[in-house]
């Protein structure tokens, strides 16, 4: 269920999907609304967490250090075709990611930052969208970001299966 504690069987850490975004601001919202949407279709055992982590900055700290697996959803600002769906890694990330701000300005970077500081980052993959429109406010996404659901979830689907999560009664 989105946003539950998940009980971890035997003390293991779990694989924990993140949205991100802000859903006041249009198509940067797209990885709060495709995890939303995702949970409503999919099922999964404890091991698996959904998550809507918003716009939380440093209190996401406690989740991406509790988790063995992260896989992030969000917008990704490039000059590509809105729509455009990555794959990245948290390496391959890092080169497209800003360098770490002050604490008055806390971005998902930063908080991978100081995870990897305290020696518990988690691997990462990345799942990301290019937005049509960006910092617009405005509550629906634009129809190219709610198109890509299906590919994004694929995606996702198929990570999870990679990371041994079985799903519960399909889809």
């Not at 698996?48 to 900055?57: K, R, S």
């Not at 391959?92 to 020696?119: I, K, N, S, W, Y």
Request: hydrophobic letters at 45%; proline letters at 5%.
């Amino acid at each position: 269920m989105l946003g539950d504690e998940a009980e971890v069987i035997q003390g293991e850490k779990k694989i924990t999907v993140l949205g991100l975004g802000n859903i006041l601001l249009k198509d940067e919202g797209f990885g709060v609304h495709f995890v939303r949407w995702f949970s409503e279709r999919h099922s999964y055992g404890p091991e698996v967490e959904l998550l809507d982590g918003g716009t939380l900055g440093y209190r996401l700290l406690d989740i991406v250090t509790s988790t063995r697996h992260l896989i992030v959803v969000d917008a990704i600002k490039l000059e590509e075709e809105p729509g455009a769906v990555y794959r990245f890694t948290r390496e391959e990330m890092l080169l497209r990611m800003p360098d770490p701000t002050t604490a008055h300005e806390v971005e998902f970077p930063d908080v991978l930052a100081m995870a990897d500081l305290m020696g518990q980052c988690p691997e990462v993959v990345f799942l990301c969208v290019v937005p049509e429109r960006y910092g617009i406010m405005e509550l629906e996404m634009s129809p190219s970001m709610s198109r890509v659901f299906p590919v994004v979830e694929d995606l996702l689907v198929r990570e999870l299966a990679m990371l041994g999560a079985v799903e519960r009664g399909g889809s």
